[in-house]
């Protein structure tokens, strides 16, 4: 994992090549991650780039893996389209956030931990704008599915199941067997809770198969990691798929 702020790329190298969660929020810093990558597995193989969902801060540095596919759900397409229908209002907001983190960065005592963090988020955001100004398309999915998708790197598999219209149109998970591991994207945080964005838009049959999904491999599972670099427990899986299928009930 290369995490910067709440930047997170997650890089599992397979006899087939390298395998990228998720892509960051610009091109300039997912260089630089991209980088890292190379010299831990001293390799230049990129063969995927899996995104979780199409916010654009786990999509924008897709293009710097310029040979890797990338995979995503089909409704990633339209979310990707739709978000960027007025960029300079897109602009306006990312150029607000980077002024509100400049504000902290003066408030805060250089070099404490606040500073730190607000360095880094400022940074994000600033290299997003940068991008945004320059007008740096997003490299869309050139692989989609519906439903799921099993992507076979030999020694390694990924289980990719959509989850159904929650933090965003085109939540999916991602299961590696081999490592046990499970991403969640922006779907869930600690203590279970889910990240819905409208609860208007509850997808319970979806939600409900998705997990079921997620049970039927529940033994299977050791680690959970979320889109920002949260590593959470099988005990924050089991309390959020209690309040998805509560909210299921609600609705």
Known sequence: MVIFGSDVITAINTKKGIVVIDAGISTGLSSKYRDRIEMEFQ???FAYVINTHAHH????????????????????????????EMPEKVKKAVGKITEEYDLKLEKYKQNSEEWYYAFKQKTRYQNSYNDIESAIPIKKPNITFSDSYNIDMDNITFQLKYFGKCHSNSDILIFVPELKLLFTGDLMFQFGRPSINDTTKVDKELWAEAVCWIEKRMYGIDKIIGGHGQIMSIEDLKAF??????????D
């Open 57 to 84: 801060d786990h999509n924008r540095g897709n293009s710097v893996f310029v040979k890797s596919q990338i995979v995503g759900h089909k409704n990633s397409l339209n979310e990707i389209e739709k978000q960027w």
């Open 43 to 45: 390799s230049e193989k």
């Open 241 to 250: 798929n209690k309040k998805i299928l509560e909210q299921i009930e609600v």
